[in-house]
């Protein structure tokens, strides 16, 4: 409906209501004329005419909104920011969102394998081929291929703007390498234990400036991720004595890096300790006696030491603990103030728990975490929850059915999952 027809519907709607053409000044006395008028009149006609123009602009309520299905057969998928990116095993695609129109298609001759995005929208990285692997880049918004190089045993660690970080070979040694996203240029390469422990978890996302190689006997060196230089050095002393005394537990550590920290849980001869480590210097912090020997993650204000069995919640200046809870095997950062947790049964069941005393908040049942996405699944459908801007609790976007929950993404208001009938279904969440 053109502009001056929706004005004088309005103005029906509400008699004589004066509109003012913004063209014109207005003719004498009008002012003091409209101010006349009763506010709550005038506040109805100004709503009237804005929701009659703006039409399809309104905001859509909260819930969980279908946008796109596709039916082929996915082998990879990232979502972008509106966007989506999607391999099968014969072309690359990005559809935009919400309105699920294809932007473009890339055609590949070798089968696609899986495909990765630089979390800007500005590259797409593509691994295809089977006996023979190739690295391509393609740019994001056009399709174009930007460069391709043959990659043999060659895994893409993440995807930044800064570069594409890989690691290759592994047998006795590996090697990482940086490379510029936009051009294939090697930016640098180092060496590390592939046996050892690469990270932190952060690196993967493409959220860390440092990665933190440790070998497997101990050796430890911090490369900046930029440039590849060394930050830092150190050794941990993992070799152990062979033989020793089979009726104390045998040794074991575990490696966790949360933060600028690096922390080692281990056990030695029955003697079990937590140390954490200055990732700047790798000079050691502080030290533990006593706990169980497992991962150590990022739980707000604590720590949480778990090792399936039960999880320690410790005091991350300087060990003390705080809480136990034998009835849960891991636990981790939901939000300020509260952990996701999966207890300790062949059937795991999840919580969200208090981060302070452990007591359980709120049972979740059969549940993954999602970011901030809660997917509790029973039978055949997912119900989706989101936690309430206002308040924290958790409020029930909508639910979906035939979803295979752990390969689900979500990003930038979006969440995508592949389907046991054979569908990927984008959902715009709310």
């Known amino acids: 409906m053109p502009t001056r027809a929706l004005a004088v519907h309005a103005e029906r709607m509400v008699a004589e209501v004066p509109l003012i053409d913004l063209d014109r000044p207005p003719p004498a006395g009008a002012e003091i004329r409209a101010?006349?008028?009763?506010?709550?009149?005038?506040?109805?006609?100004?709503?009237?005419?804005?929701?009659?123009?703006?039409?399809?602009?309104?905001?859509?309520?909260?819930?969980?909104?279908?946008?796109?299905?596709?039916?082929?057969?996915?082998?990879?998928?990232?979502?972008?920011?509106?966007?989506?990116?999607?391999?099968t095993p014969t072309f690359v695609r990005r559809y935009d969102l919400p309105a699920g129109r294809t932007r473009w298609t890339r055609p590949f001759d070798r089968a696609v394998q899986t495909l990765w995005t630089d979390g800007a929208d500005r590259t797409v990285l593509v691994l295809s081929g089977s006996e023979q692997q190739w690295l391509t880049a393609l740019d994001a918004t056009t399709g174009r291929q930007l460069w391709s190089?043959?990659?043999?045993?060659?895994?893409?660690?993440?995807?930044?703007?800064?570069?594409?970080?890989?690691?290759?070979?592994?047998?006795?040694?590996?090697?990482?390498?940086?490379?510029?996203?936009?051009?294939?240029?090697?930016?640098?390469?180092?060496?590390?234990?592939?046996?050892?422990?690469?990270?932190?978890?952060?690196?993967?996302?493409?959220?860390?400036?440092?990665?933190?190689?440790?070998?497997?006997?101990?050796?430890?060196?911090?490369?900046?991720?930029?440039?590849?230089?060394?930050?830092?050095?150190?050794?941990?002393?993992?070799?152990?004595?062979?033989?020793?005394?089979?009726?104390?537990?045998?040794?074991?550590?575990?490696?966790?890096?949360?933060?600028?920290?690096?922390?080692?849980?281990?056990?030695?001869?029955?003697?079990?300790?937590?140390?954490?480590?200055s990732v700047h210097s790798l000079t050691p912090l502080w030290r533990t006696e006593g706990g169980p020997v497992?991962?150590?993650?990022?739980?707000?204000?604590v720590l949480c030491v778990a090792d399936t069995r039960w999880v320690t919640a410790v005091d991350p200046a300087g060990g003390g603990v705080r809480w136990e809870q034998p009835s849960w095997g891991i636990a981790y950062r939901y939000?300020?103030?509260?952990?996701?947790?999966?207890?300790?049964?062949?059937?795991?069941?999840?919580?969200?728990?208090?981060?302070?005393?452990?007591?359980?908040?709120?049972?979740?049942?059969?549940?993954?975490?999602?970011?901030?996405?809660?997917?509790?699944?029973?039978?055949?459908?997912?119900?989706?929850s989101v936690p309430d801007a206002a308040t924290g609790d958790l409020r029930t976007a909508g639910s979906m059915t035939h979803v295979a929950s752990f390969r689900c993404q979500q990003a930038a208001g979006y969440l995508v999952c592949p389907t046991l009938t054979g569908d990927t279904i984008v959902w715009r969440v709310g």
Do not use: M
């Open 335 to 384: 939000d300020a103030g509260r952990l996701f947790a999966y207890d300790n049964q062949e059937d795991a069941e999840a919580a969200l728990i208090d981060a302070g005393t452990g007591r359980v908040l709120h049972p979740l049942g059969h549940s993954r975490q999602l970011g901030r996405l809660i997917l509790r699944t029973e039978g055949i459908r997912t119900w989706v």
């Open 294 to 301: 497992g991962t150590v993650s990022d739980c707000g204000t």
């Open 149 to 277: 190089q043959e990659s043999p045993d060659t895994s893409v660690l993440t995807a930044t703007p800064g570069g594409v970080l890989t690691q290759s070979g592994w047998n006795g040694r590996s090697s990482l390498r940086l490379t510029d996203a936009r051009t294939g240029r090697v930016v640098w390469t180092r060496e590390v234990d592939p046996a050892g422990f690469l990270g932190p978890d952060e690196l993967y996302q493409g959220g860390s400036p440092w990665i933190v190689a440790v070998g497997n006997d101990g050796d430890v060196v911090v490369l900046s991720y930029a440039d590849g230089s060394v930050l830092a050095r150190g050794d941990l002393g993992l070799i152990y004595e062979q033989g020793g005394d089979h009726s104390v537990p045998a040794n074991a550590a575990s490696v966790s890096v949360v933060g600028d920290r690096l922390y080692l849980s281990r056990r030695v001869r029955g003697k079990v300790s937590l140390t954490a480590y």
């Open 35 to 87: 101010v006349e008028r009763s506010r709550p009149v005038r506040l109805l006609a100004v709503l009237v005419i804005a929701l009659l123009t703006l039409g399809g602009s309104v905001v859509p309520p909260p819930g969980l909104t279908p946008v796109l299905s596709v039916s082929e057969p996915v082998t990879s998928l990232q979502l972008g920011a509106g966007s989506l990116f999607l391999s």
